[in-house]
């Protein structure tokens, strides 16, 4: 089946099988290895893209249900050289350590900061609860995203915690 | 000439105690970063597994030929197409490659498929045909102790056999198979060189003992095949065995073409080896001031259907069952038994996670039988440097700041009451703030840091001037634990260069690191970074005749020498070996000085549970950690928090249900992982001292975060319910009914 769609700005299409899921779309025919795939069964939210400005988990998605949608993926996030502010919350927070979970987790934040870039804790939580992350306890992610949201609100970030004692 | 009096290095930027940002953080967070999920190369056809869906059979035939008529289809492999050893294992070589006779447990790999995409594989593999005569499954481990089908058995016997105290409390405690869900599965890609060997890329921990195993079966000769690091989503134990490694291989040099392979979740999870599921059996018996006069204990992990590392689960599982405690009068039985289950082997903690959280529980019993207050009774037995182990009888030489870690866990402040917007249950939301009852339990606990048992543990490493400063050649492998930021600010302070990389090599270029586990990395292969550069910096001053190394280059008096560009030109490197203090292996009693060093974690659990609905949620974890030195403090804390995420799973929510050798729960929709609204605070506090073999004093950090963290969670809700709680993870029944 002939699918198009535009993929981080750009025009694609494709001959695709019918049961093509968006997220093995994205990796295998674009080559866009960013989004992974921790589950297959829309649990672990590794895959999450954005398909017209959602937050989606491309493996609970069908490539040919994508038709004429705007997708983008975690590589068109950093712009000229510069990390989103999620991608520089995740950073400088250390918000990752095998990073396998790290592109879903980036993109259903930004999803959750376009909506509503001064979330609590609670509603940080709640936005991605939808991903799961094995290695850092998610501790040091609600950071990141309370960086970000910082960042996107022009407002100077949190001290991390590890700075200036207990 | 006398020696011109060295500096030593001045702290450089990023050097060892700066929470130093991760190398590999700016890719990863691109998307960039390759991991072995993500390998392609041209031409490239994909492998799939044909796997018994019985936990004990015998096979009876096997026909490939519907598979090989299916279109697109390659290679159809049996076990008759294993070219050389026709089993492979990380201690015992007893797991078939595939195959060929009887299946010993469900999932069990019976034929490999090459085709041109992943689903033609995936078909072509359900199409093989295997005729079974299913047999009768042995699934429970008692019984496999009866029969004697096990794979080790340990008998500890230390001091007086008859002493006794007045006050005993006994208990049967049950943990159960846990898994380690990295959340990137096994994957892998196989080149062919076209000279009849292969290079390999596939998610490891330990590369050079992939690389022997992956040798042997496939007849080719060591330099014929190279293990090649790759980027690795999680491993936590998971990664220790072969699983896809020997598979890509066979498949690749029988088609001639590049292999890939990645297990779909389910598939991952009969891929590899789980958390051994325990029984334990325990008695303590104290005097009425609190001090511990005996401990037996009897313990049974199921190693399921193959070896694997069960020998050394059951030995740390048996020299850890007292905790880190003093006693003068133990018996310890420990077997680990061989049945039709899932095969067992390494999760962080490794085997000491399941005493933990018996020996625990026991400790608090005779608090309450002996009306001590539970920190106080541990405070009184603490296990501490100079005393003797209570299980093994060395004695301890590296610090252990067993006081410490209780004393400064029992001041960390408590949450306010009202501290928790989440009530048990999560969205469901179905509990009533009025219902809950709050509870909070400690539990401590202590691991070997490095292989034990007179294991030659070492790591190779290389540092040599590259570029405009110096690089790290290594092939320990980075799983996310943060070894490629550390080594890094091992070398900078040990040269005294601030730009230092370091690059992970293929087994054909260095000597093995070791496993990445045990918590050993830092240690011993940050030992053998520490030592090349040390050695290395000595070298160039002395041979130039300088006082100082820095980033310019040589400097003498202040001045720049020997530029970095000069020095680099002239290829200065240093290769060396780091060893750790040599361990002995047990006498028939499981004495001995078997472990080169230890550390210890507490870790204190608040938990509101509804005990109408058996519903809880664990509001924090608090940890004192005994680290030796914080080579990267930021990085221990993630270690801290992502294991006691972990360790709180498998208090109350992690277990692969296994009926019959079948596990029931194969995916993430019934196997749970512990998500975000689950994650408990967290406030660590790093105990520091100096005196460890580790550089500059570092112990390892990655596993006490797990060890008593599931104990103190489980304390915690036996504090809020009353009830007995004798078995992890604590189901809804456990406490509702
Ligand atoms: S891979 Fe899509 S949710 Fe896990
Ligand atoms: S960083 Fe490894 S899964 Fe999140």
């Known amino acids: ?166 | 000439m006398t020696a011109p009096s060295r500096v030593r290095p001045a702290r450089v930027a990023g050097g060892v105690g700066d929470s130093t940002l991760r190398p590999d953080g700016i890719p990863k967070l691109e998307g960039s970063f390759e991991y072995a999920q993500d390998l392609w190369q041209e031409g490239a056809l994909w492998g799939a597994t044909t796997r018994s869906p019985h936990a004990h059979a015998r096979i009876v035939a096997v026909d490939v030929s519907p598979a090989l008529s299916i279109g697109g289809v390659h290679a159809v492999l049996t076990a008759d197409d294993v070219p050389g050893s026709p089993t492979f294992g990380l201690e015992h070589s007893d797991q078939p490659v595939l195959a060929s006779d009887v299946i010993n447990y469900w999932g069990e790999p019976v034929a490999l498929v090459a085709a041109e995409d992943r689903d033609t594989a995936r078909r072509a593999a359900a199409a093989v045909k295997v005729r079974y005569e299913i047999l009768e499954p042995l699934t429970d481990p008692g019984e496999a102790d009866t029969r004697d089908e096990a794979f080790r058995r340990i008998r500890i016997r230390r001091g007086d056999q008859e002493a006794s105290g007045p006050v005993v409390v006994e208990g049967y405690y049950e943990t159960a198979m846990q898994d380690q869900a990295p959340l990137g599965t096994e994957a892998g890609l196989a080149v062919p060189d076209g000279q009849g060997g292969v290079d390999l890329f596939a998610t490891s921990q330990f590369l050079h003992v992939d690389h022997e195993q992956v040798v042997a079966s496939l007849g080719l000769s060591a330099d014929q095949v190279r293990a090649h690091p790759t980027g690795i989503g999680g491993a936590f134990g998971s990664r220790e065995d072969v699983n896809l490694h020997i598979h890509l291989c066979m498949l690749a040099l029988r088609t001639g073409q590049p292999v890939k392979m990645v297990y779909d979740r389910s598939e991952s999870f009969t891929g590899h080896v789980h958390r051994h599921p325990a029984r334990m059996w325990y008695r303590h018996e104290a005097n009425r001031d609190g001090t511990l006069a005996r401990v037996e204990a009897r313990i049974l992990l199921d190693g399921g259907a193959y070896a694997s590392t069960t020998p050394a689960v059951l030995a740390n599982a048996s020299y850890f069952a007292v905790g880190p405690y003093k006693c003068d009068s133990v018996a310890v039985d420990g077997v680990g038994t061989r049945t039709n289950n899932p095969p067992c082997g390494a999760m962080r903690g490794f085997g000491a996670v399941q005493v933990c959280f018996a020996y625990e529980t026991q400790m608090d019993r005779l608090a309450d039988a002996l009306s001590m207050d539970p920190i106080e009774l541990r405070r009184k037995n603490a296990l501490t440097t100079g005393d003797h182990f209570a299980t093994t009888g060395q004695i301890i030489e590296t610090p252990l700041p067993t006081v410490e870690v209780l004393e400064s866990l029992a001041a960390m402040p408590l949450p306010a009451d009202s501290e928790s917007d989440l009530l048990p249950g999560g969205s469901g939301l179905t509990t009533e703030a009025r219902h809950v009852m709050r509870g909070i339990g400690y539990a401590i606990g202590i691991k070997n840091l490095g292989f034990s048992e007179g294991f030659d543990d070492y790591s190779q490493a290389r540092v040599r001037l590259a570029g405009s400063g110096a690089v790290v050649e290594t092939a320990a492998i980075e799983v996310g634990q943060g070894l490629v930021t550390v080594l890094a600010q091992i070398a900078r302070t040990a040269l005294g260069i601030s730009d230092v990389t370091v690059e992970h090599v293929d087994t054909s270029r260095i000597d093995s690191a070791g496993s990445t586990s045990a918590s050993r990395q830092t240690q011993v292969s940050g030992g053998a970074v520490l030592k090349a550069a040390t050695t290395l910096r000595d070298r160039i001053l002395h041979h130039h005749d300088g006082d100082d190394l820095t980033d310019q280059g040589v400097l003498r008096n202040g001045d720049v020498i020997v530029t970095m560009g000069e020095l680099v030109a002239d290829d200065w490197q240093e290769t060396a070996t780091f060893r750790h203090p040599p361990t002995t292996a047990p006498d028939e009693y499981g004495q001995g000085k078997l472990h080169a060093d230890f550390a210890v974690a507490g870790h204190r659990a608040v938990v509101d549970v509804d005990p109408e609905l058996g519903l809880v949620r664990v509001i924090r974890v608090d940890t004192a950690q005994d680290v030796g030195k914080a080579l990267n403090p930021e990085a221990v804390l993630g270690q801290i928090e992502g294991g006691i995420m972990q360790g709180v799973g498998l208090a109350v929510m992690e277990e692969l249900v296994v009926e019959e050798g079948i596990i029931r729960n194969p995916n993430f929709t019934d196997y749970l992982l512990p998500t975000i609204l689950d994650a408990p605070d967290v406030e660590a506090l790093l105990i520091e001292e100096d005196g460890s073999w580790g550089p500059f004093g570092a112990k390892g950090v990655g596993e006490p975060p797990t060890i008593s963290s599931t104990a103190a969670v489980a304390a915690a809700i036996r504090a809020a319910t009353g009830k007995a709680i004798e078995r992890v993870p604590v189901r809804p029944q456990d406490i509702a009914l």
């Open chain 1, 1 to 166: 089946m002939e699918v198009s769609m535009t993929v981080n700005g750009r025009a694609v299409s494709a001959d695709v099988e019918p049961r093509t899921l968006l997220v093995h779309f994205l990796r295998e025919n674009l080559r866009l290895t960013g989004t992974h795939v921790g589950c297959e069964t829309g649990y672990c939210g590794a895959c999450t893209v954005h398909v017209d400005g959602k937050a989606v988990k491309s493996c609970t998605m069908l490539a040919v249900q994508a038709e004429g949608a705007d997708v983008k993926t975690i590589e068109s996030l950093a712009s000229n050289g510069n990390l989103h502010p999620v991608q520089e919350g995740f950073w400088e927070r250390h918000g990752l350590q095998c990073g396998f979970c790290t592109p879903g987790m980036i993109m259903a934040s930004v999803a959750l900061l376009d909506e509503n870039n001064n979330p609590s804790e609670d509603e940080i939580r709640h936005g991605i609860e939808g991903n799961l992350c094995r290695c850092t306890g998610y501790h040091n992610i609600v950071r990141a995203v309370e960086y970000a949201g910082a960042k996107m609100r022009g407002e100077e970030p949190p001290p991390p915690d590890w700075e200036g004692g207990e």
